[in-house]
């Protein structure tokens, strides 16, 4: 490994930034939506969890979220985490899934109550008034914030390395270990363009909606 | 037979009341327009009939058959609520449509949500959502805006986007159509079309609930006039009755104050 060619080395390095976060997003969305869900409960009990959670979650730094994943279940039950990857996999999950949360609760609430009574004296459910009426209002009114987070989301992947994950930071540094400072700075480059291609996509799903107004 | 019968309806919000015990009925065919100060209770009555909030005791009867009644502890299902709730259409003051969809759209959506439920859904699909596509556009043409059909509501004027909304009203039947303030959001230009189009269904006996602040209106095409002063009914009758003859002293002054404007 040592040996390596730096851009083969930083090149597999950025692989695994983008495998945790393709995986973090395919888990967080939903759950992010889970988790609305419970912070606007009725139910007072499940809704006082729900906001002390996303407390905790936001308040407390994403780099000791990991540690704790990583160690907590060894330390605490004697089951040892099965690999860096899945505990990082699972820290990730969990904070931006309260953070996702935060941005759908948002979107739900700025929706006027008004779309909801036409939708109730016209005889929907609440399941269809949800689904058919306030859902792609929501959508339409979260893509910027959304865009902002997932953007973030990207170069915290590289907080991944205090566990031990080979990702492309931690591969450049260790050709800066050896003195060969270009690579670490290269690493920039990755990101500007992995970034580049997501405000592309961004940009064109909110062109998509554009047909309408809320 | 009346077609609604509301008896000793109150409304508390928490300590407030703001219906203290309303009493009317209306004919088949009729129309009632409601006027009153703000915060007379107005708006709170309508929402009482539509089920957007729940009364704090009395009784609504419509064809005689009983959809509300306070006495009745039993908190009524979320389907017993939806299927009272479709002997009234509510017309909103702010219109309130679905922006994500055409005008068309959103006069068919509820119907076609509601074919879904239908045993033979799967079998007719086609038929069925043509069926509704060409009432969407019948109901639309009866209020004039057939050629609107694709558009979206936000390239509308405030007064065609008021007019589908009654459209997508009409479109479920209701025995008793409502109007919040149907014309209180728009500009003064665009007030005429809109009650144009409520006439037009008056002539043709719709039973409809009118809350307005147009008194020129309310006299001319209303068969009764129900003036709501602090929660409570202070004038009942024909038009010619509250407007011209009216009992109460504070009916004139609302009226005097009206009228001078």
Known sequence: ?214 | MAILEVNNLKKNFGNLEVLKGIDFSLEKGESLAMIGASGSGKTTLLRCLNFLERPTSGQIRVNEKVVFDGADARTLSEAEIRKNRLHFGLVFQSFNLFPQYTVLKNCTLAKELMAKERPDFKTNKKQILDEIKTEGEAVLASVGLQEKMDYYPHQLSGGQQQRVAIARALMLQPDILCFDEPTSALDPELTGEVLKVIRGLADKKTTMVIVTHEMQFARDVSDKVLFLDKGMVAEYGSPEQVFEHPKEERTRQFLERYFEQ
């Open chain 1, 1 to 214: 490994m040592l040996g390596a060619n730096p851009i083969e080395s930083l090149t597999s390095g950025f692989l695994l930034n983008l495998e945790l976060f393709a995986v973090t997003l395919l888990l967080a969305l939903p759950l992010g939506l889970i988790i609305t869900f419970c912070s606007m409960s009725r139910f007072k009990p499940l809704k006082w969890i729900t906001k002390v959670f996303i407390w905790v979650i936001r308040g407390t730094p994403l780099m000791l979220q990991l540690f704790v994943v990583l160690y907590a279940p060894g330390l605490l039950f004697g089951i040892p985490m099965s690999s860096r990857f899945t505990a990082a996999v699972i820290a990730f999950v969990i904070n931006y899934a309260a953070y996702f949360s935060e941005i759908y609760r948002g979107g739900i609430e700025s929706i006027s109550v008004g779309q909801y009574e036409a939708g109730k004296v016209l005889g929907m459910t609440r399941s269809q008034i949800f689904f058919k009426v306030v859902l792609l209002q929501v959508v339409k009114r979260i893509v910027p914030p959304m865009s902002n987070e997932i953007i973030t989301l990207t170069k915290d992947t590289a907080l991944a390395r205090v566990i031990g994950i080979g990702e492309i930071i931690m591969s450049a540094e260790r050709f800066t270990k050896m003195g060969l400072i270009w690579p670490l700075f290269s690493t920039a480059l990755y990101f500007l363009v992995f970034v580049g291609v997501l405000s592309l996509l961004f940009g064109w799903v909110e062109k998509k909606m554009d047909y309408f107004r809320v």
